[in-house]
């Protein structure tokens, strides 16, 4: 998914960066709520984390304009306040899970991956259809039973058809997911990936919906 991370310490920020990366997640990271509040409005993200201490305010305010807009998007508070009210606090703004400093990044990685589920219209961590099996937690792909190796941008356009298999996922949002991998762009790059997924899973697994988007599916 792509994560915006809200987070003004910079050896935490590239440390949280890193590893969710290695994750096969796409990340945009901001140092204070300026720039997170002109990132969140053209991109709808996958999941926030937020630092309450930020620069510029308060991350507990700014959530709370999060939802007061109506925005959904799930949030994990990441912040070195420990006391019990300010965890109350934060849910209590909105958020739905809250982490404190210093944490574990592995713990980290299990509360997004358990965060997503619950937001996510197809909850369960492995998806199989006729003979593909994708763990989405665990990212692994078999197809008749042999395993399958993607790239992390592969992998992004993937859990986004996975997210919910039948639907239609347009082009604009697998361009969001691919386009915080910090590569350019270009007019023609999610036909680029969406070819290699068919190479890989089979040509009519995936079927375009021409003008809109593309579903995953059995053949």
Known sequence: MRILLVEDDKMIGEAVRDHVIAANHAVDWVGNLGNADAAIGPVDYG???LDLQLPDG???DFLKRLRSRGMKMPVIILTA????????EGLNAGADDYLVKPFNLEELEARILAVARRYDANPHPIVRIADIEIDR???KLSVAGEAIILTSREWAVLDLLTARPGSIVSKD???EALYAFGSEIESNTVEVYVSRLRKKIGKDRIRTARGIGYTLGRP
């Open 47 to 49: 999941l926030v984390l």
């Open 58 to 60: 308060s991350g507990v």
């Open 81 to 88: 306040r420990d006391q019990i009210s300010d965890r109350i």
């Open 137 to 139: 937690p665990q990212h």
């Open 173 to 175: 949002r697998i361009e």
